[in-house]
């Protein structure tokens, strides 16, 4: 595993080595020593996968105090850009983002940590997007920032009247309203 350090303090791109033949591939997706060796002591207590279509845009998500997650993210099928948004108040990259396609041609991971924002928008017709988290989901913690908030100025590919959002994320909050980090 290749790990590559990001412009955003803590946000890593992590890039697997694929054996592939005839058959297909292999391929060692996270090794705990390995990941400890570069990244730190994460210990992941879940692993989610969603499924989505062309268009639909799932961010920018976090969860609040206790119950924030670090997220170590790849696709499985299909291809997405997913978005990093740094919220640390005392960091120099403060407001930030970092985007990044994963798909299942380039098997790229993201590592998320906590104190950011997370989303990703689905550019093939359909995406099966997978994630660890090291920390459960809490609903009372969870908050949502606008994709299209002005002061990140995140440059999608894909006009928001195409976009298939959820309720919560249409009615994120702007950055400037939402509850951050220190």
Known sequence: MEYIMTSLEGVWILEPKVFG????YFMETYQKADFERHIGDITFVQDNESKSSYGVLRGLHYQKGDFSQAKLVRVIKGRVLDVAVDLRKSSPTFGQHLMV???EENKRQFFIPRGFAHGFLVMSEEAVFCYKVDNVYAPQA????????PTLNIQWPIPAE???LSPKDTNGVELKDAVLFD
């Open 101 to 103: 396609e994963l798909s």
């Open 21 to 24: 033949d005839s058959r297909g």
């Open 142 to 149: 969870e908050c949502s920032i606008r994709f299209d908030d």
């Open 162 to 164: 195409d976009m298939n």
